[in-house]
């Protein structure tokens, strides 16, 4: 039987991938003892225990892609696969002690901010119930799939599957297979799946910039050398970080700072597709970055196939076994991989987040999220978030992000003192006004090109970081208690 006593927390902390886990190391390590970490999931991992497809991996290397408190000095490659990431994540929770603090293969399905007593109340999917002083949201921008809207797709007899819920053991040999998408999924999945399949029909929109991917093992001797000599990794990590923040000028500034990286992409196009029409269908017409710049050495080649076509044609409709392009050809398809994203624009379903005077975040943001820099959302309060709006990255790892966000929390937990805190309208509205100013001149709002990086009703950038890292660290490096209402242990709501 469900149990239906509500239990209470101090923290309740949704989401066990980086955010959630990093969140969870600092409340331990600052005393908190009385909070968990909520996952549908049934282990660590977040985005990293979800998506298994084959040649799942990060394009940021490891060096950089991991906590600062907790390097790992074991990575085997400059790249780090899918299977490393996942074991670091649960090296760090167990090296941690978070164990009991882990309510794994447990979504919470609501969280109410209940006004008369000052706290949330959340609802998790066995039907419990348990009330928080305060509520982190560590779900990520990247978690809810997107399924496209393409006629007949519910009517193909075939199977179809979304990279992000790939089976554990999917055979794919003799298949006919349709992959549709060509982001940074699709650039994983394709060489991988080629040489497998019969034939392999890859469906392109739009073409991307893609930079060779200098991918590289780490000898047994440098694994011995960081282990000895742990500054030296942190120099490696130095120089990564260095490296991808001078990206930022030909993003943010000006494109024509980016002509190298792309000439370094037209040369790669060049050397790896001698097929001219192919190459014709390969080449953007837009500014680089965009969209999503990929990394790849083995995509190109993957098309380049005797049993690849790659399809430019739009796709008029899906039918029950096959799919039919603008052009009326029906290409036969038993296996359908939809490589189509996730909702970035729209991370929270409707209903999970209830916050003052029964808001729905979901609908507080229909035409894109908006948060005081990215953690603090008006009308929501002793909620923060983790990777929230407009803190993800196009040049560097987000784990530096996560990281800040994490500090502020703590600072904000402890400017807290038992009350309640929440993002003054005029201060978010004033935030993300200087934040779209920012945006305005970016590559990402002129570049020619649309992505999911903007929000499809509003056009507005809801989910990039105009800037280096280091300012986003700076600008929450302090608790702003100017831009927060806070309200007294005991004392009533003004707005009850």
């Known amino acids: 039987m469900p149990r239906t006593n509500a239990q209470h927390l101090d923290v309740a902390v949704l989401g066990a991938g980086f955010g959630g886990l990093g969140m969870a190391c600092r409340l331990r390590a600052e005393g908190v003892r009385t909070f968990r970490v909520f996952d549908a999931a049934a282990g660590v991992g977040g985005t990293w225990w979800v998506n298994r497809y084959p040649g799942c991996a990060c394009d940021v290397p490891a060096h950089l892609y991991s906590f600062s408190f907790a390097p790992n000095p074991d990575w085997t490659r400059r790249f780090a696969p899918r299977a490393e990431i996942q074991a670091y994540l649960e090296r760090v929770a167990r090296d941690h002690g978070l164990?009991?603090?882990?309510?794994?293969?447990?979504?919470?399905?609501?969280?109410?901010?209940?006004?008369?007593?000052?706290?949330?109340?959340?609802d998790d999917v066995h039907g419990r119930r348990w009330t928080a002083d305060v509520v982190v949201s560590a779900?990520?921008?990247?978690?809810?799939?997107?399924?496209?809207?393409?006629?007949?797709?519910?009517?193909?007899?075939?199977?179809?599957?979304?990279?992000?819920?790939?089976?554990?053991?999917l055979d794919l040999a003799g298949r006919r297979v349709a992959v549709i998408g060509t982001g940074a999924t699709a650039a994983q999945v394709v060489p991988e799946i080629a040489p497998e399949v019969e034939r392999l029909d890859v469906y392109q929109r739009t073409p991307n910039w893609?930079?060779?991917?200098?991918?590289?093992?780490?000898?047994?001797?440098?694994?011995?050398?960081?282990?000895?000599?742990?500054?030296?990794?942190?120099?490696?990590?130095?120089?990564?970080?260095?490296?991808?923040?001078?990206?930022?000028?030909?993003?943010?500034?000006?494109?024509?700072?980016?002509?190298?990286?792309?000439?370094?992409?037209?040369?790669?196009?060049?050397?790896?597709?001698?097929?001219?029409?192919?190459?014709?269908?390969?080449?953007?017409?837009?500014?680089?970055?965009?969209?999503?710049?990929?990394?790849?050495?083995?995509?190109?080649?993957?098309?380049?196939?005797?049993?690849?076509?790659?399809?430019?044609?739009?796709?008029?409709?899906?039918?029950?076994?096959?799919?039919?392009?603008?052009?009326?050809?029906?290409?036969?398809?038993?296996?359908?991989?939809?490589a189509t994203g996730f909702r970035a624009t729209a991370p929270v379903p409707k209903g999970m987040f209830i916050g003052r005077d029964g808001t729905d975040l979901a609908e507080a943001w229909a035409e894109g999220p908006e948060a005081w820099r990215g953690v603090a959302v008006h009308g929501f309060p002793n909620l923060f978030l983790l990777m929230g709006p407009n803190t993800a990255l196009g040049h560097n790892s987000v784990v530096l992000m996560i990281e800040a966000q994490i500090g502020f929390v703590m600072n904000a937990l402890a400017a807290r003192r038992g009350g309640v805190l929440e993002v003054r309208a005029d201060a978010q509205r004033d935030d993300n006004a200087w934040l779209q100013e920012r945006l305005a001149g970016t590559v990402w709002n002129s570049g020619g090109c649309s992505s999911w990086y903007r929000h499809p009703v509003s056009g507005r950038n809801a989910t990039l970081w105009p800037g280096f890292t280091w300012t986003y660290r700076r600008r929450l490096r302090r608790f702003r208690p100017a831009a927060f209402e806070r309200q007294a242990p005991g004392e009533a709501s003004a707005r009850q």
């Open 210 to 338: 893609i930079l060779p991917r200098p991918d590289r093992p780490i000898r047994r001797w440098q694994r011995r050398l960081y282990r000895r000599l742990p500054l030296v990794q942190k120099l490696v990590r130095f120089s990564i970080w260095l490296g991808s923040e001078l990206r930022v000028p030909g993003l943010a500034w000006s494109n024509r700072l980016a002509a190298g990286h792309r000439a370094l992409a037209l040369w790669h196009l060049r050397r790896q597709v001698p097929d001219p029409e192919l190459r014709r269908e390969l080449t953007p017409d837009y500014a680089i970055g965009c969209k999503r710049v990929l990394r790849s050495s083995d995509y190109y080649p993957a098309l380049a196939r005797d049993n690849v076509e790659l399809v430019t044609a739009p796709i008029r409709r899906i039918e029950n076994d096959g799919i039919r392009d603008a052009d009326g050809r029906l290409r036969p398809v038993d296996t359908l991989v939809l």
């Open 139 to 169: 779900l990520g921008g990247l978690s809810r799939p997107l399924r496209p809207d393409l006629p007949g797709l519910d009517d193909f007899a075939g199977r179809i599957l979304h990279t992000q819920a790939w089976p554990e053991r």
């Open 99 to 122: 164990a009991p603090h882990l309510e794994l293969g447990c979504r919470i399905e609501r969280a109410r901010w209940d006004a008369e007593r000052n706290l949330w109340r959340l």
